[in-house]
């Protein structure tokens, strides 16, 4: 098992650029089964674990892939399966979102039931509500979800929570069913708009993504095409967080600056000075952080996936900060391995208080998720003495690079076995 060795101090200075968006690729990889005919080719397809996870899932179900340098070639003409196996879904959750596509084209879709994981139970309810009221029928049995449908027909479909997985698995199965369907109560994310740009690139009709209410008009021929994935406005506001608490002055460039709107708000509120550049971030910071209170929400309020490095960073502002997390129910678990670096935070179900201390001591941490890792890589570019951080696979499934890449900014990082 290897680690990330770091040894805090260095005050980031120079230009990182970021990669293509985990969040978005791997929907995209999904609808790319939609195309019953030519070569799929997708751009700035980030060569994360995840997303050579799904396009070993792709492969199991008959799809033939290639890499031409950082391009991505698909061909989905002949589909051979209609099953992703225990094996891959344990390994990424998101392989779920196979079932959209897999139902509308071929009528039936048969998807290991994903367990937990760190940060909650991630149940698939909303998915399956959704495929039912397109006429799908259910089974549920022996750890496998089991969906057929002979015909799919549009429906209306409420989204008790605005689920970006569901928003997106349903708007896959409803490009084959008979009408309109409408999404309410959808998702809003970026990642959203771009499956959506996706589709509508490949011959479908997709309306309002981006908004509360999509509407997909069903049954449109399809076709493969060319398409770049959008950046990935996670590992953006990684690296932003990341010149914030070592005092540094980074350039993050392959940015698009109105998808960072909510961390670009509460940075500012804390003391950081933040330029958006044409298509990038320029961040200064004295290393004087003020306390500020964040509350995750659904786009485009505060996102989850970047609660864990704002409370690294908050861990140590000249006060005290509140955080609710509002959208998974257990996503605190960096707050112990933060504690173990000296840091003084107290939770109390879904809010944490963090009380800024003067500085955190490098230690041994382990990461439980991906933006755990990220948090605790963090905290220790700017920790006394060396921390350790075990738990690497989580953090290479979503940062392409991240130790060349925080190196060629100064920091003292390595990557080590123990
Ligand atoms: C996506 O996960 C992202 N993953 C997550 O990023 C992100 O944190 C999350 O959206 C929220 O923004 C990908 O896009 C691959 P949800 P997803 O369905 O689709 C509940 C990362 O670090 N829910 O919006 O699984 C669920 O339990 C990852 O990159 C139901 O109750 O998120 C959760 O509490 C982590 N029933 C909330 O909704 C359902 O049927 C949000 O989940 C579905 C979800």
Known sequence: MSSIFVRGGVELRGRVEVSGAKNAVLPILAAALMAPSGVTRLESVPRLVDALTMVEVLEQLGVRAAWREDVLLLDAENLTASEASFHLVSKMRASVLIMGPLLGRL???????????????????????????LGAEIV?????????????IGNTI????????????????ACFAQGLTTIQNAAEEPEIVDLACFINGMGGRVEGAGTDTIVVHGRRPLHAQ?????????????????AAITGG???IENVIPEHVISLTAKLREAGVTVHSLNDGMHVVSSGVIEPVDIKTLPYPGFPTDMQPQMMALLALACG??????????NRFMHVPELRRMGANIRTDGRSAVVSGVRALSGAPVTASDLRAGAALILAGLVAE??????GVGHIERGYVGIVPKLKSL?????????
């Open 107 to 133: 009528g039936k879709a048969r998807v290991s039931l994903p367990g937990g994981c760190a940060i909650g139970a991630r149940p698939l309810d909303l998915h399956l509500k959704g495929f039912s009221l």
């Open 140 to 152: 549920l049995g022996h750890g496998y979800i089991e969906a057929t449908a002979s015909q799919l």
């Open 158 to 173: 409420y989204l008790d929570f605005p689920s970006v997985g569901a928003t997106e698995n349903i708007m896959m199965a």
């Open 226 to 242: 060319s398409y770049r994935v959008i950046p990935d406005r996670i590992e953006a506001g990684t690296y932003m967080v990341a």
């Open 249 to 251: 002055d980074l350039i």
């Open 320 to 329: 005290t900060s509140m955080i609710t997390e509002t959208v998974f129910e």
């Open 385 to 390: 003495g060396v921390t350790e951080v075990c």
């Open 410 to 418: 100064g920091a003292d990082i390595w990557l080590g076995q123990f």
